[in-house]
């Protein structure tokens, strides 16, 4: 995040409306049980109604069998609903008086808006401040950033891939302008939460992991409370509602990746993933490997490959088929605004500290290493004792304070399947962010790192050590103290316009 050197007058927006209700399913829920799945024997008796005429169902029948599937729902993920109400519950309470009120940075909700009203680009009369947003000026024909004073044909656009307005639309069309970011994002974080337990029950039932129920639940409270995860969840603001939807979008994809079952789906949920945070397009690399050597002997099926293709080449069209429509939407809309099919609108910052190093050196530098690298793993807490103070540096954190697990991960107790090709989307996902112009500022902690945090837990999930371990769980509760503490300490953009 980075402040501009101005402001706009924003239209009024501390009345909050009441946070939509979340979807009651995911098309990547994993299998009800199989107790859960025996239908109920039928109260009507086994009489068949005449093959010329239709059944007529009594509406009290019709109630029973709607209660019975209800029942039958409830019972397959009973787990999933309980964790989701935690967790919506523990996230809420620590977003406070944010919950009820949008955020200082709604990005999304005025994307969202302009779609609705018929217009691609934003109405800058409506904007509620200049930070963070794409101004495109029409130079001989060209897209250049704007500079110096504002144009009439000046066009504004939200320079972050745009598919969380996409997810926001049907509640933005009810309530406007208002529509709540900050309850909004806590209902998505809670839904992650949900999800990621749905990953890891899935992974354990294909005998991926060896993990119980008790430890599937401990992991996917770890996600919530005892990663970044847990500060960016209450916060609303666009840098940090598209972190937490990316998670959600990440748990469908991989249940859907894994051995290539699903190369459809797995190719929709990547596109929405990777229309969420750009980053994430680097995990496309855990589909292909798992279309073309899913193990355990990888080397001898990529020799393979040369005469038996096709069953490979054949998963890999079906999830290009699956990602296809919204990647050329997206390419065809980055086009209109910005020129360029892989633009987003970060060259188009308007009036922002990162442009001078934009213009100078690009988007992505080895020159941006340090920095990034010092903010991801070198920056530890100040601490004063006269009075005595606990500081975080707003550039970042850590992460062997913020997700101490890690050191876990380096030393695995086993090695299964799985290990390398989570392994190898971390790291392709995590090395070009190192090498991007910004550090994330302002951040409680390394906040690109949550694009990559569930692989790394997946990986904790594979690797054998157990949560009841006595070095685990003293690991685990240094996690969750230290994001404890950014949930509460972390005062960003909304509070700094707002002066709390």
């Not at 009800?32 to 010329?52: F, I, K, L, N, V």
């Not at 360029?340 to 190093?357: E, I, T, W």
């Amino acid at each position: 995040m980075s402040r501009s050197k101005s402001k706009r007058s924003k239209q009024s927006a501390s009345g909050s409306t009441a946070a939509p209700r979340p979807p009651t399913s995911t098309p990547s829920a994993p299998e009800p049980t199989a107790e859960a799945r025996t239908p109920s024997e039928s109260p009507a008796g086994s009489g068949t109604a005449p093959s010329h005429a239709a059944p007529t169902v009594p509406a009290d029948a019709k109630g029973g069998v709607v209660g019975a599937v209800l029942k039958m729902w409830l019972a397959a993920y009973r787990v999933e609903v309980v964790l989701f109400l935690v967790s919506f519950a523990v996230l809420a309470s620590f977003s406070s008086q944010r919950f009820l009120r949008q955020s200082e940075a709604p990005h999304f909700v005025y994307q969202a808006k302009a779609w609705l009203e018929g217009r691609l680009d934003l109405d800058p009369e409506v904007l509620p401040n200049l930070e963070d947003w794409a101004c495109v000026r029409e130079v001989a024909g060209q897209k250049v950033r704007c500079e110096g004073p504002l144009r009439p044909g000046d066009r504004w656009y939200v320079s972050f891939p745009s598919f969380p307005a996409v997810v926001m639309l049907p509640f933005v069309a009810v309530n406007g302008y208002q529509f709540n970011d900050t309850s909004f994002g806590v209902i998505v974080g809670a839904l992650a939460v949900a999800l990621f337990y749905s990953l890891l029950r899935f992974l354990a039932k294909e005998g991926e992991t060896t993990r119980d129920q008790t430890e599937n639940v401990g992991l996917a409270l770890i996600l919530a409370f005892g990663t970044l995860f847990f500060y960016a969840a209450i916060r609303g603001e666009v840098w940090f509602s598209a972190e937490v939807m990316g998670v959600v979008f990440t748990c469908l994809y991989v249940r859907n990746a894994v051995k290539a079952h699903r190369p459809v789906l797995a190719g929709l949920f990547f596109s929405m993933a990777t229309l969420t945070r750009t980053p994430l397009l680097f995990t496309g690399l855990f589909f292909v490997l798992e279309a073309l050597c899913p193990g355990p002997d990888r080397l001898e099926q990529l020799k393979a490959l040369g005469a038996h293709w096709k069953p490979a080449a054949r998963k890999l069209g079906l999830f290009a088929l699956g990602a296809a429509p919204l990647a050329l939407l997206a390419a065809a809309y980055n086009v209109y605004r910005f020129g360029s099919p892989g633009q987003f609108g970060h060259a188009f910052l308007y009036n922002n500290r990162v442009n001078v190093d934009i213009d100078r050196w690009g988007l992505f530098h080895p020159v941006y290493l340090q920095r990034n690298l010092e903010a991801a793993f070198l920056e530890l807490p100040g601490i004063s004792l006269h009075p005595l103070r606990l500081a975080y540096d707003p550039h970042g954190l850590s992460l062997l304070l913020t997700l101490p697990l890690l050191v876990f991960l380096v030393v695995p107790k086993l090695r299964p399947r799985l290990h390398w090709p989570l392994w190898l989307t971390v790291a392709v996902t995590a090395l070009p962010g190192l090498f991007y112009q910004n550090d994330g500022y302002m951040q409680f902690g390394f906040r690109f790192s949550i694009d990559y945090t569930p692989y790394l837990l997946l990986l904790f999930a594979i690797g054998g050590w157990s949560l009841r371990n006595r070095a685990v769980l003293a690991v685990v509760a240094l996690g969750v103290l230290v994001n404890f503490w950014g949930a509460v300490a972390f005062r960003g953009y909304t509070e700094l316009v707002r002066n709390w």
